[in-house]
């Protein structure tokens, strides 16, 4: 008796594109989220430390 | 001996030196004003307009006192730098974004040929990181990098990787670059699409970085080449003429927090990594979302980490391009506006050096400072409207009239010093180009003299173009819109006269109806005006005039007579690209072999 095995058709190979070819290796590097939101009430404390980082110079040309 | 941090005591001195003179020439101006416009007794516009002129003088001494300490700078001690072998890994990033790929990729080929012209052993290899959205494009970017490899022999050491959403836009993609695949190199040279470095400025940077294991980030200064046009020619000389003292100058005042300008820099990867992860600012934009002038904020962020930024202006070798007409330059502008408006958001982020925060305020008043000088310009029409006519005879049975004080002499004086403050550090910056020699690249004596003045006269009746565009963008921020990322042209930049009338009628129309009010309201400052609103009215032809080629000798750089190696290898690549272009439908791989 002849069996005819039918398979599905072979799912063709994906083809390398050049992007996968040529992507960067993968080397990860933890890259955290930085804080740049202030809490409550920080504006007063900024416009101090501006003083502050002006106060040695005027201080000098007094 | 060698010095790898700009001095404390040196940086503290001029930060007070420039904030001192700028407050002074400003306090003195208001004052001036209000002793002007008190003369008939104080009003409220009085005061106002002596508000406005105190911030508007200060931001213009501010850029006159930031030229002065740019001359004066004393030179800075020799940076260390290794001299034997390089043991770091270097990858230079080329984030593109809807570029032309064959330009782009011939610099990539024009760059690598340099650094290996160098013959210095290190490793530097190129990744293009695409964020490229239209697809044709994207499938050019990828025919165009196999003709790179092919070329330059680059496989393993050139890479190509395209975002499926460009989410953070430039600095996301970097940061999804430096997150993937960071830790296969020590530093990164961070491009723009239109950079070019010589070979040996990107060795002379890795050695110096390598040699002061502080230092996260090292900038150099730009030149710009490649202008063809009116505007770009005046723009390409002011900048290659001027900045150079500006720039010193900058970085005497930032001492170890800086510049960053984004591009045609080399960073420590760790470094970067710790510290520069870019959070979504909460809102929606275009004050909150992802950050746009993120150059700031990482200088920023480096320097809160107590990482060193530093500015080498003694480093040559350094390219870009810049806009080729007014409406390129104002909607790079509009991009630029939206991102240092949105930095009054980070005012207040924790830990950051005084300094930095004073750097965002700098950027955030550089684009209100016109707004400011067109609120003066509306209450001046306003108080001359207003005026009460002097009473000459206040005394009763007193037969002879008594004249107001004619605080004329003030007002003129005023206005000079204003004049002075714009004009002075360019001619003392031209004095400095004489007497170093610099003046030789520029045309000589002469020529560069010929050309500051072309281009003063050709900036001045810009500006009120530019300041209108400006304005514009501040309100359109304030109001809520977003202006998006749009790429930039990198084309010839010439326009035709329905473009130049399509981009810039508005600003026509606002200066005749500007000009029609102040004649009708205070005609007395018609004269005054003119200077401003007739700019205005011809912004379309003004705008039209300058996107055309420049004469052959018109604003000589040094880059005409002595062509950078880097830009005749460039030129070279593309002229051996050109003869073999590619076939539309050509698959990437199979071009490989090309070369």
Redesign the interface.
């Known amino acids: 008796m002849n069996v005819t095995i039918q398979t599905g058709a072979k799912p063709a190979a994906k083809q390398a594109?050049?992007?996968d070819?040529?992507?960067?290796?993968?080397?990860?590097?933890?890259?955290?989220?930085?804080?740049?939101?202030?809490?409550p009430g920080?504006?007063m404390?900024?416009v101090r430390?501006?003083l502050?980082?002006?106060a040695?110079?005027?201080r000098?040309?007094g | 001996m060698a010095q790898n941090a700009p001095s404390r005591d040196r940086t503290i001195s001029a930060r007070a030196l420039a904030i001192a003179a700028s407050v002074l020439a400003a306090a003195a101006a208001g004052m001036v004003f209000q002793i002007y416009g008190a003369a008939d007794g104080v009003g409220f516009l009085d005061v106002l307009r002596s508000t406005l002129i105190f911030f508007s003088t200060w931001w213009l001494a501010w850029g006159a006192a930031t030229a002065l300490l740019g001359l004066t700078a004393r030179q800075r001690p020799a940076v260390a730098r290794i001299a034997g072998a390089i043991k770091g890994r270097t990858v230079v990033i080329v984030p593109v974004y809807n570029e032309e790929p064959r330009i782009t990729f011939a610099r990539i080929a024009a760059m690598d040929a340099s650094i290996q012209a160098t013959h210095i052993a290190a490793q530097v290899d190129f990744a293009v990181l695409s964020d490229t959205r239209d697809d044709k494009i994207a499938l050019q970017e990828q025919h165009w990098f196999a003709r790179l490899l092919a070329r330059q022999n680059g496989e393993g050491r050139m890479f190509y990787r395209r975002r499926e959403k460009n989410t953070g836009r430039k600095a996301g993609n970097i940061e999804e670059f430096i997150a993937s695949s960071g830790a296969a190199w020590d530093y990164a040279v961070i491009l723009d699409a239109d950079s070019l470095m010589e070979g040996d400025t990107i060795i002379e940077m890795i050695r110096r970085i390598e040699a002061a294991p502080k230092l996260a980030l090292l900038q150099t200064l730009p030149r710009v080449v490649g202008a063809t046009t009116r505007f770009g020619r005046a723009m390409q000389f002011a900048a290659g003429f001027h900045s150079p003292i500006f720039a010193r100058g900058l970085a005497a005042t930032q001492g170890r927090t800086g510049p960053f300008w984004g591009h045609n820099a080399i960073v420590r990867i760790r470094a970067w990594a710790e510290s520069c992860g870019l959070p979504e600012l909460p809102g929606r934009a275009p004050f909150g979302g992802h950050i746009m002038s993120h150059d700031y904020v990482e200088a920023a962020l480096l320097a809160r980490a107590g990482w060193l930024v530093r500015l080498d202006d003694d480093l040559e070798g350094s390219y870009e391009e810049g806009p080729e007409n007014i409406i390129d330059h104002a909607k790079r502008d509009r991009r630029w506006c939206q991102g240092n408006l949105q930095h009054a958001k980070l005012l207040t982020a924790p830990g950051l050096k005084p300094w930095s925060r004073f750097v965002f305020v700098q950027g955030i008043f550089a684009y209100i400072a016109p707004l400011i000088w067109l609120a003066f310009i509306a209450a001046s029409i306003a108080a001359v409207y207003w005026v009460e006519i002097p009473d000459y005879f206040p005394e009763a049975n007193w037969p002879f009239p008594t004249f107001p004080n004619d605080q004329t002499p003030k007002a003129i004086g005023l206005a000079v010093g204003v004049f002075g403050l714009l004009v002075m550090p360019k001619l003392l910056v031209a004095l400095d180009a004489i007497f170093t020699g610099r003046v030789r690249g520029f045309g000589g004596i002469g020529g560069s003299l010929r050309a500051m003045l072309v281009e003063l006269g050709l900036s001045s009746l810009i500006a009120p173009i530019l300041m209108a565009f400006q304005s514009r963008s501040v309100l359109q921020v304030l109001l809520g819109r977003d202006g998006g990322w749009p790429p930039n042209n990198r084309g010839d930049g010439g326009l035709d006269i329905t473009e130049a009338w399509a981009a810039g009628s508005w600003i026509s129309w606002l200066g005749l109806s500007g000009l029609i009010a102040t004649h009708l309201m205070a005609p007395v400052l018609t004269l005054w005006l003119l200077p401003v609103g007739l700019p205005m009215v011809a912004a379309p032809l003004l705008i039209w005039w300058t996107s055309h080629p420049a004469g052959p000798h018109a604003f000589p750089v040094p880059e005409d007579t002595t062509i950078p190696p880097i830009l005749t290898r460039h030129n070279a690549v593309l002229a051996a690209w050109s003869i073999a272009a590619p076939a539309a439908n050509a698959t990437p791989l199979a071009e490989a072999k090309l070369g």
């Open positions: 594109t050049l992007a070819l040529m992507a960067p290796p993968r080397a990860a590097l933890a890259m955290p989220k930085q804080v740049l939101t202030a809490p920080s504006f404390r900024s430390s501006l502050w980082a002006v040695p110079g005027l000098r040309l």
